[in-house]
């Protein structure tokens, strides 16, 4: 038995033991509710042995911090997880991992959404979260206090994002009846004062006791005095802009740092003006306005918010992936050998080395060489933002293209090209080791 | 009887002259009363008198506009506690906060404004995943949308420049991975492409210390430059335009039809 990790058994059990009842209480909570509603007899006699189960073996095993009964994860599961995702192909794994779960959960979302199922995912969520703070690599990570907001992030956004889907998936199967959505149920006007102003007051007063235990539980982080001098390894951005130092790895910081957060912006300003579908205003709906719905949902749930808990709990010394159960040993190594598209083509291609301008040239024989290096690279890209609008808008965006008319349609598409660059770009850097398509260093002009 | 004491000395408290000198009205229980209510208190005017009922549902509002306004009044006013405390030298920045912990009466007043800082981008994310999922930004409404990407920017780089002020490794060194993002601008960082089009005269006119990085921190590294720069950031001139924006955003739900529905 090692002794640290028994130490650490004994610094979280009180935590842990506190928070298997807290899961007991919800459970028990949720019978009585799902008993006062329906009076069904199984679902509340199961909850309240999932309940027992929490208060009665996991919450006083985990107080008792034994070697031997101490609720953890099947190191047969923390060894495989670290395998995959912490191996050199986790980020494809993790990336493509998130794609297909959340396409899964969209396509097969008529089951999601049903409470029971819903709530089993969330009981064996927490069940795992619970278990994974056992290992003292998981707490390590999801316990900083800074990422302590992340972890509260990725469980709110599936509370809400299952609320939001049931409701949409609601007004679907009504609108398919010929019903008006459940939103419009509620027609009827009612007085400001009691009804919105006493539920602002509650929600005023439950928020401050959230935030005034949360910070008594928890110390905001303060670590050593600033020193210019040591740099910490990794050096992380605050976790709101994790998404954008992810994309890092694939872009230059002109690209990363400064054209694509300035198009994300510009992206969400004009989402109202490219959006020409009157339907789907005032109520949830998919079914109404899917292409806008899934284009939100591929910018933020993939493209934001996952990227976001990629670097935050898998980013860790010298930005290499390790995986949840995985100790950050900055000694791990990951081999790097990109290489840019000028050197697949004239090295690998044709066999010789890059076009390089002599020594002595002046400034446009020097631009003319580096143009003829990259023209593969520029060739594409051009091609890309000029050919693929036109040829969207003749083909699967034919219709669009007829509705919003010239000037919002190439806005649209070329936002949507942009947006794009990003998982183009990761799954190039995955197959064939890309680096830049064009590549410029001279001008600092790398894609 | 306790009760008709206790209702005797409420009644006093409400006869008084000061109680009717502040709340001008009695509790408003009928109709009448409860639209005067709302038509002529301060604090209650920026709402509607009647509002459809599902336009209150917290399945359907998930409140977070809401919830986002209050963070925004707890961070404001932990904020200015806060000033008291804190001095944003180099010599004073990290002890001061140490202080804050250690020192200054119950101690979690720093934990509350981080916290409440942390809560709010999340807040705000919500806010607008529930604005995009219900079609709210559709017309009438595409300009209030557009405010509210303002305000979220605004948000982020609220928390991002109140990041700095703990002075330790941890701030410093996510302001500098950030900011170094502003030397690779196009035209305008000295790493970033398109840099040396601004040559007059064989001088290069963007360098590191005159390139937008250099605009945002001060100096050509994070320093008590930047420390001064980001502190009136994060106390002044941001919540000085958040709030404007604000105004603006609440009196356009109200003029753009109210809080969205079906038709």
């Known amino acids: ?92 794994i993790y990336t493509v991992g998130s794609i297909v779960l959340l396409g899964g959960l969209f396509v097969a979302r008529k089951f999601f959404v049903r409470p029971d199922v819903a709530w089993i995912l969330l009981n064996a969520s927490l069940l795992a979260l619970g278990l994974s703070f056992s290992d003292p690599n998981f707490y390590a990570i999801a316990a900083k206090p800074d990422n302590v907001p992340i972890v509260g992030l990725i469980f709110l956004l599936g509370f809400f994002t299952w609320l939001a889907t049931s409701r949409a998936v609601e007004n679907d199967a009504r609108a398919l009846e010929g019903r008006p959505p459940l939103e419009k149920e509620n027609d009827e006007k009612i007085l400001v004062w009691p009804d919105l102003v006493y539920t602002e007051l509650i929600c005023m007063i439950l928020l401050t006791a959230l935030l005034l235990f949360w910070a008594i539980g928890l110390d905001a982080p303060l670590e050593e005095p600033a020193s210019s001098v040591k740099t910490p390894n990794p050096s992380k951005a605050p976790w709101y802009f994790l998404g954008l130092q992810e994309m890092l790895v694939y872009f230059d910081p002109w690209m990363a740092g400064v054209v694509l957060p300035s198009l994300i912006v510009v992206g969400l300003m004009a989402i109202p003006y490219l959006d020409f579908n009157p339907k789907g205003n005032g109520y949830y709906t998919i079914e109404d306005r899917k292409f806008s719905y899934l284009m939100y949902q591929f910018g933020f749930l993939v493209l934001w918010i996952t990227l976001i808990v990629l670097g935050t709990f898998l980013r860790g010394p010298n930005w290499n992936i390790f995986a949840v159960y995985e100790y950050w040993d900055p000694h791990k190594v990951e081999a790097l050998n990109n290489i840019d598209l000028s050197n697949m083509f004239w090295e690998q291609l044709m066999g010789v080395s890059l076009p390089k301008a002599p020594n002595e040239a002046g400034f446009f024989t020097q631009l003319g060489f580096i143009l003829y290096r990259e023209w593969l690279g520029i060739a ?56 830049y398509i064009i590549a410029i260093p001279e001008y600092f002009l790398n894609l | 009887m306790p009760a008709t004491d206790r209702s005797s000395l409420s009644d006093a408290i409400r006869n008084s002259q000061i109680w009717k000198s502040i709340f001008r009205h009695p509790a408003p229980l009928d109709r009448r009363n409860r639209i005067v209510v709302v038509l002529t208190n301060f604090f209650l005017h920026l709402h509607p008198v009647s509002i459809k009922k599902q336009g209150i549902a917290l399945s359907f509002t998930w409140c977070m506009g809401g919830v986002t306004f209050f963070l925004f009044l707890v961070e404001t006013i932990t904020g200015v506690l806060l000033m008291f405390y804190y001095r944003p030298t180099l010599e004073w920045a990290f002890q001061d906060i140490l202080s804050l912990r250690d020192v200054a009466s119950l101690g979690i007043l720093r934990e509350l404004h981080r916290w409440g800082a942390h809560a709010m981008v999340i807040t705000v994310w919500l806010h607008m995943y529930r604005v995009f999922l219900t079609g709210s930004y559709k017309p009438p409404r595409e300009f209030n949308w557009v405010i509210g990407v303002i305000l979220l920017l605004l948000t982020l780089l609220l928390s991002f420049t109140g990041y700095l002020l703990p002075w330790d490794q941890l701030a410093i060194w996510a302001i500098t991975v950030g900011s170094n993002m502003a030397r690779a601008t196009p035209f305008l960082g000295y790493e970033g492409p398109g840099q040396a089009l601004f040559n007059v005269g064989g001088i290069d006119m963007i360098t590191s210390a005159s390139d937008a990085r250099f605009m945002l921190l001060g100096e050509r590294s994070v320093g008590e430059v930047t420390l001064n720069r980001f502190y009136i950031l994060h106390c002044i001139a941001i919540p000085l335009a958040v709030a404007f924006l604000l105004a603006i955003h609440f009196w356009r739900v109200r003029k753009d039809g109210g809080i969205s529905g079906p038709l």
């Open chain 1, 380 to 435: 594409v890209t051009l091609l890309y933002f000029i050919m693929l609008p036109p040829l969207m808008a003749a083909t699967v965006f034919r219709g669009f293209f007829v509705k919003m008319g010239f000037m919002r349609f190439m806005v649209m598409s070329n936002l949507i090209l942009f947006m794009a660059l990003l998982p183009i770009k990761m799954v190039l850097r995955w197959t064939v080791n890309l680096k």
């Open chain 1, 1 to 92: 038995m090692d002794p640290n990790l028994l130490t650490h058994w004994q610094n979280i059990s009180g935590f842990l033991g506190f928070y298997y009842i807290a899961l007991a209480l919800m459970n028990g909570i949720a019978a009585f509710v799902v008993w006062r509603r329906s009076h069904a007899t199984v679902g509340p006699v199961l909850l309240l042995l999932l309940s027992l189960v929490y208060v009665g073996v996991l919450a006083p095993l985990a107080f008792s911090a034994d070697a031997t009964w101490m609720p953890r994860m099947p190191s047969w599961f923390t060894q495989l997880t670290n395998e995959i995702l912490g191996g050199s192909w986790g980020a494809v």
